[in-house]
Nanobody, 122 residues
Framework: QVQLVESGGGLVQAGGSLRLSCAAS????????MGWFRQAPGKEREFVAA???????YYADSVKGRFTISRDNAKNTGYLQMNSLKPEDTAVYYC????????????????WGQGTQVTVSS
């Protein structure tokens, strides 16, 4: 397992941008697939984006074309660049990691960060 710590959340106006970071501990971060999920108040945690060790990516339809997931294995850090933010993107964002390929369901990920709040005002 790896330990994950998110940062970069905050308050932004609609149409603005934020970049979230996910710092991982452990020397085998490059072997893990990484995902980003989000959870709005009163809603279930939902998939946002994922990236595997080959830098293949996959996105939820709701963020495709606006969000970009990436990773820097030398820094043991993953990123989620969020552009053209909308009020409906408001949520706590979590990064997660798993050994293996890309997955889109929470039960497939064994390591989770504590979450970072993103609030988009209209």
């Amino acid at each position: 397992q790896v330990q994950l710590v998110e940062s970069g959340g905050g308050l932004v106006q609609a149409g603005g941008s934020l970049r979230l970071s996910c710092a991982a501990s452990g020397r085998t971060f490059s072997s893990y697939a990484m995902g980003w999920f989000r959870q709005a108040p009163g809603k279930e945690r939902e998939f946002v984006a994922a990236i595997n060790w080959r830098d293949n990516t996959y996105y939820a339809d709701s963020v495709k074309g606006r969000f970009t997931i990436s990773r820097d294995n030398a820094k043991n850090t993953g990123y989620l660049q969020m552009n053209s933010l909308k009020p409906e993107d408001t949520a706590v964002y979590y990064c997660a990691a798993r050994l293996g390929g890309i997955a889109t369901v929470t039960s497939e990920f064994g390591s989770w960060g504590q979450g970072t709040q993103v609030t988009v005002s209209s």
